[in-house]
């Protein structure tokens, strides 16, 4: 799933639409499940396709037409998907967009919940698809107190977060720490009660 080759993703993608065609066509023994659509989205990481993120943002509707129902993995990767899109201003923007679409279906979600992944790609698609602006610093932040509220910081969403802002930005949204430097940041600087909901789930 996670193939670096250029043509992993269109592999991947051939595979999934080949069980899809099958199972329409009445093969119930090949049934792609939630973990097949997951490793469709781990497959277009990598990828130097362009319209990436219109893939992964086309998934949960081609999961919901074989009665697959999305779950926090599905969206997670999306965002991550949508995080790792390069281009100009125009296809970064668009890409933003997926990403915040999946973000807010999650946290909006009564059967799934976010996790720590879900903060860390999302922190992630701001900084690498936003342009610098006051809008960019205000979701950065607001974004990274949501997450220490619901209890899921780590060290990744910390240094998704201290890479995102100027220093002195950062530790004005985290608070005082006794660090020298705030790049070197870890979860144990920061109260237990931000990362308290952490724990380690399978897809």
């Not at 059967?111 to 903060?119: K, V």
């Not at 240094?159 to 790049?183: C, H, K, N, T, Y």
Request: charged fraction near 25%; hydrophobic fraction near 40%; aromatic fraction near 8%.
């Amino acid at each position: 799933a996670r193939s670096r080759s250029p043509a992993g993703a269109q592999m991947a993608l051939l595979l999934l639409e080949t069980m899809e065609t099958k199972y329409q066509n009445g093969d119930r023994d090949v049934k792609p499940s939630a973990q097949t659509y997951s490793c469709t989205l781990l497959s277009l990481l990598n990828s130097n396709m362009g319209n990436k993120h219109i893939i992964a943002q086309n998934i949960p509707k081609r999961m919901r037409d074989l009665g697959v129902e999305p779950n926090a993995f599905t969206w997670n990767y999306i965002i991550h998907v949508a995080s790792m899109v390069d281009g100009n201003e125009e296809r970064k923007m668009e890409a933003f967009k997926v990403a915040l679409g999946a973000f807010q279906t999650l946290r909006k979600s009564e059967d799934h919940d976010t996790d720590s992944f879900t903060y860390t790609f999302f922190l992630k698609a701001i900084n690498h698809l936003m342009p610098q602006s006051v809008m960019r610093s205000s979701i950065i932040k607001e974004t990274f107190l949501e997450c220490a509220k619901e209890g899921k910081v780590n060290d990744q969403v910390l240094s998704r977060l201290v890479w995102a802002v100027p220093q002195e930005e950062a530790r004005e949204i985290i608070g005082p720490v006794r660090i020298s430097d705030i790049r070197n940041i870890k979860a144990h600087h920061v109260p237990k009660a931000w990362g308290r909901k952490n724990v380690y789930r399978r897809k």
